[in-house]
């Protein structure tokens, strides 16, 4: 087991935890939800692995989270780097979730961030990503 610091995620934000019981209730434990769970994965990788095939294969398969519970766990992320990858990577994955969320509620921060290495700068959310991840206007 690894543990990481809270990287801007507060431990407290509804929505974040579920219990986990095995099949004999031996043990039980509480676990991140999968909303939490993608933005805790974000915060903990590096800006050079951002958009790797892992991650983003990872985000093409998360059509059953939350929208209500994603923005929630966005506005209280206190992370501005978590929440601009992790819009950019839904919107670049196209589920309908991504259509629910409010992004203009959330704080992002101000200016530009650099997401990648000689990538191109997303006008909507002001941050530099790979040309591939850019907003088609």
């Not at 509480?30 to 800006?47: D, F, H």
């Not at 294969?57 to 923005?71: H, K, S």
């Not at 992320?77 to 978590?82: D, E, L």
């Not at 992002?108 to 990648?116: E, I, P």
Request: hydrophobic share 40%; glycine share 8%.
């Amino acid at each position: 087991m690894v543990l990481h610091s809270e990287k801007g995620l507060p431990v407290q934000l509804p929505g974040s935890f579920t219990d986990y019981a095995t099949d004999s209730r031996a043990f039980s434990l509480q676990v991140s939800t999968p909303e939490r769970a993608v933005l805790e994965w974000i915060a903990v990788t590096p800006n050079e692995l951002l958009f790797n095939s892992e991650l983003v294969d990872t985000f093409g398969g998360l059509n059953t989270l939350r929208p209500r519970r994603l923005q929630a766990l966005l506005e209280g992320c206190r992370s501005v780097r978590t929440k601009r990858a992790f819009l950019v990577l839904a919107r670049h994955a196209g589920h309908a979730w991504y259509g629910r969320l409010e992004p203009r509620r959330l704080d992002l921060g101000k200016g530009k961030r650099q997401l990648c290495q000689g990538g191109k700068l997303d006008r909507e959310y002001h941050v530099t990503v790979p040309e591939a991840f850019l907003h088609a206007d």
